[in-house]
């Protein structure tokens, strides 16, 4: 009886969220699309530092926070992005996509002088 109950409210609970994510903007599932792929490259890059090994560590340090950093990037500019954000109202998504770029660079130019 309650594993039936609990079954019924899970399967409520993911129809829910399905319908609310039908209703996200386009812009906004392209961004969430790409954080899953930074986060399954990050995730790709453990797999294989833990089967072969991690000799050049700082490769597979640059590599994963390559991608956790991008991510964390691409979730910044989600949540400024949104038209439901009441916070970031007054901010152009052009200036926010331009942070997003900036930061990325940033970003980037750090974990190529960390390579060395």
């Known amino acids: 009886m309650v594993k039936s109950s609990t079954s ?3 399967q ?6 399905r319908s609310a994510y ?17 986060v ?5 890059q453990v797999a294989y530092m833990a089967l072969v ?15 956790i950093g991008t991510a964390v990037l691409a979730v910044c500019l989600r949540i400024q992005v949104n ?7 007054d901010l152009a998504p052009e ?10 660079l940033v970003l980037h130019l750090v974990i190529i002088n960390f390579l060395g």
């Open 12 to 17: 409520d609970l993911f129809r829910s969220l």
């Open 53 to 67: 090994g991690s000799f050049p560590f700082n490769s597979f340090l640059s590599g994963v926070l390559s991608c």
């Open 22 to 38: 039908c209703a996200t903007p386009t812009n906004l599932k392209i961004i969430d699309l790409y954080v899953v792929f930074a």
């Open 8 to 10: 019924k409210d899970a």
């Open 40 to 44: 399954f490259t990050a995730l790709i």
């Open 95 to 104: 200036r926010a996509f331009a942070d997003f770029v900036l930061c990325n």
């Open 83 to 89: 038209k439901e954000n009441k916070e970031f109202k």
